[in-house]
């Protein structure tokens, strides 16, 4: 055994350890054996003070009754779990997931079957020139009257909440070999506002809730249709402007109608 | 319980590592509690020599983990100052939690290097003990 060996032997070596045949033989050397004198008075030294070290009141208790599995909540390791690249990419992906769900949530929402038919009126009103219109200025909700006694048509009435704006003019055409009772609004200082009347049937539609409003836009056109059960025709609003101001239009109407 | 793992005087030695390590009673105190929670004491070993290692690998994670100790801490041996892996491999040998032949692997180190880390400790700790009131 060399001077490297038996050092790494005496060094390793902690007060109070067996001491073995390999130990006795590394301490073969005055120079060594002084040596691990000096170590062990140091060791001991350190012990006494490590061993002395005293638990603060209550810990030894806390550890004996700590149940596994319950660590608490650290908003420090919770913080950095959040920067760990695995947890920031899962959060990023499922922040995806989400958006995605809630995009197809609320397209669903708005969808209905015969949606199509509904958007090819709006696209109608895009190439009027306006002299399709034949001007009428009343209430819009004597305009059901007027359709009956000029049209035949039953039931194409004006709901209650609109009933009392004025109109500018009206027409009555056909899409599809259906009828649809188009009717202008008077509105100053605001955008152009449109309302449509049509058999629900005719043009396949479907609305899942009748009585909510599904609100859509075309072009540069915002509209909102509901469906009325009793009479099975549909009504829709349509503004020229952006879908906010339409469904603040709505919900003005909803607060100044009782019920 | 965790008392069917630990005894009181190892559950004693495991909290002096962790004050060891940070220097500081709280951080130390809140490291050991977490590592019990997170179920160390659960685990199948096949010694309590092993049970203690992984405890005090545990546990070192956490003091690792928690603020770098400062020289303004409360441990008058400023063990808590030493480099690591040093600092853990001398504390866990002083404490006998685990034995001294198992310590060098814990920390990847040749039984050489555990030796010279052993030593470059003693001279740090004799210099400190020196210099600080008895």
């Known amino acids: 055994m060399n001077a490297k060996e038996a050092r790494i032997i005496l060094r390793s070596h902690r007060p109070g350890q067996p001491q073995d045949a390999r130990f006795q033989k590394a301490l073969g050397e005055e120079s060594l054996k002084q040596e691990y004198q000096r170590q062990a008075e140091l060791d001991n030294r350190v012990m006494s003070l490590v061993h002395a070290i005293p638990l603060p009141e209550g810990l030894l208790d806390k550890m004996t009754k700590v149940e596994p599995g319950k660590r608490r909540l650290d908003w420090r390791s919770a913080r950095s779990a959040l920067k760990q690249p695995p947890v920031l990419a899962a959060l990023i992906g499922l922040a995806v997931m989400v958006g995605i769900l809630v995009f ?16 090819r009126m709006i696209s109608t009103t895009q190439e009027m020139s306006g002299a399709e219109l034949e001007p009428l200025i009343t209430e819009a909700g004597k ?21 009392g704006m004025k109109t500018a003019a009206c027409r009555l055409f056909k899409q599809d070999g259906f009828p649809v009772a188009q009717i202008a609004i008077k509105r100053e200082n605001a955008a152009g506002m449109l309302f449509f009347i049509f058999r629900a049937e005719d043009f396949g539609v479907k609305l899942p809730s009748p009585d909510r409003w599904y609100i859509f836009t075309q072009e540069d056109w915002s509209a909102a249709v509901r469906g009325e059960a009793e009479t099975k025709t549909c009504f829709m609003v349509a503004v020229r402007g952006k879908r906010q101001q339409l469904e603040d239009f709505l919900k003005s109407l909803s607060k100044e109608t009782p019920g | 319980m965790q008392s069917a793992a630990f005894s009181p005087r190892t559950l004693e030695a495991i909290y002096r590592f962790a004050f060891l390590l940070t220097g500081d009673a709280a951080t130390a105190s809140s490291a050991v509690l977490d590592a019990l929670r997170e179920g160390a004491a659960a685990a199948q070993f096949r010694n309590d020599n092993h049970r203690n290692a992984f405890m005090a690998m545990k546990v070192r994670a956490l003091c690792l983990k928690a603020a770098p100790p400062t020289d303004a801490g409360e441990a008058s041996s400023g063990f808590h100052l030493m480099p690591e892996p040093q600092r853990s491999a001398l504390a866990l040998f002083y404490l006998g939690l685990v034995a001294p032949a198992d310590i060098p692997q814990l920390f990847h180190l040749k039984p050489e290097g555990f030796a010279d880390a052993l030593a470059a400790g003693r001279d740090f700790l004799r210099e400190r003990l020196t210099s600080s009131p008895a």
């Open chain 1, 143 to 163: 305009l059901g009257d007027w359709f009956m006694l000029k049209y035949g048509l039953e039931d194409f009435n004006v709901p209650p909440e609109f009933a």
């Open chain 1, 104 to 119: 197809f949530w609320l397209d669903r929402m708005q969808s209905f079957p015969g949606r199509e038919a509904v958007f």
